[in-house]
């Protein structure tokens, strides 16, 4: 029996299939620079932010889903955005969305000494 090598292209019922991991690197390094990243904001909600200190990266280092890092946080005018790369159709991208939006705001609330639990 022969172990396959993981950089190497994989066979799926006759097909040949890529290595997903490289997309989803490609996907943080092409937006690992601000200006980048608030391009790719800019694109997809029809705005014009031109200064990137404007926008503050927020995206949690130590968290990681099925093993890969592919997604990009930040805050922007006061809204928190999350961008993750997929390869293939996930149908518990919502469920993770959820989980990671809850550990951002978590975040959010300590560094900002939020009391959630106060009476005003």
Request: aromatic share 10%; net charge positive.
């Amino acid at each position: 029996m022969r172990k396959r090598k993981k950089n190497r292209i994989s066979t799926r019922k006759g097909r040949r299939r890529a290595n997903r991991e490289y997309k989803d690197r490609l996907f943080c390094k092409v937006f690992e620079d601000e200006e980048d990243l608030l391009d790719l904001y800019n694109a997809l909600n029809g705005t014009d932010y031109t200064n990137a200190d404007d926008l503050e990266v927020n995206t949690l280092e130590d968290v990681i889903f099925l093993g890969m890092r592919n997604d990009k946080s930040f805050l922007i005018n006061g809204t928190m955005n999350l961008y993750e790369h997929n390869s293939t159709l996930c149908p518990n991208l919502p469920l993770r969305g959820l989980l990671y939006f809850s550990r951002l705001y978590e975040s959010y609330v300590e560094t900002q000494k939020i009391r959630i639990y106060g009476t005003s």
